[in-house]
């Protein structure tokens, strides 16, 4: 079992590493912030697998940190049939 337990951590190291490379093609591959971003937390989601998350920018003319990008499953009431 030893083996097998082993090859899939091998395997979580092998697709967080191309997820990783993806990222920075990404970062190189347009000026287009917008079109970073998108695909930035499209991998991160595909690594991570989250439920809620956010993504907040600095406004620098007025200090403050803005929502970019906010995820949220809603909750699911597990009492209603």
Request: hydrophobic share 45%; with cysteine; glycine share 2%.
């Given at each position: 079992m ?41 991998k ?22 803005c ?15």
């Amino acid at each position: 079992m030893e083996g097998q337990t082993l090859l899939s951590e091998l395997k979580k190291t092998v697709d967080a590493l191309q997820i990783f490379s993806e990222i920075g093609k990404t970062l190189t591959s347009t000026l287009d912030i917008k079109e970073v971003l998108r695909i930035v937390l499209q991998k991160i989601s595909e690594l991570l697998h989250p439920t809620s998350w956010s993504l907040l920018l600095l406004d620098e003319k007025d200090m403050v940190l803005c929502y970019e990008i906010l995820i949220n499953e809603p909750a699911v009431d597990r009492n209603v049939p």
